[in-house]
């Protein structure tokens, strides 16, 4: 089970960081993802990390601006994110994929339920 944290409401060029625990255990061959979906849009992936050897994967559009990290000890993954623009609004959602690295949502087993993210000119 994984459980996302950390949306809210920030302006243009504001930080946010999004959290995400998971209460089973990941095993080094997994990947951890971030989504988002917006209002009328298809859900995209945002940024992924292979858990055992770190890994880091983005999205065109946020690169740069947005970092994946992930803390064995707390068995969590965190999205810290930077200069925030409006289209980045979106919820924001964790998700785990057993079988390695997928920019596709399709692949994923396990998800978050989702964290509101609010980026207001």
């Known amino acids: 089970q994984l459980q996302a944290c950390g949306g809210g409401l920030v302006l243009t060029g504001g930080s946010l960081r999004l959290s995400c625990a998971a209460s089973g255990r990941i095993f080094s061959s997994h990947f951890m993802g971030w989504f988002r979906k917006a209002p009328g849009k298809d859900r995209e992936f945002v940024a992924g990390i292979r858990w055992g050897v770190g890994n880091t994967y983005y999205a065109d559009s946020v690169k740069g601006r947005f970092t994946i990290s992930r803390n064995k000890a707390d068995n969590a993954v965190h999205l810290q994110m930077n200069d925030l623009k409006p289209e980045d609004t979106a919820v924001y959602y964790c998700?785990?994929?057993?079988?390695?690295?997928?920019?596709?949502?399709?692949?994923?087993?396990?998800w978050g339920q989702g964290t509101l993210v609010t980026v207001s000119s």
């Open positions: 998700a785990m994929n057993r079988q390695g690295l997928s920019y596709s949502g399709g692949d994923y087993d396990h």
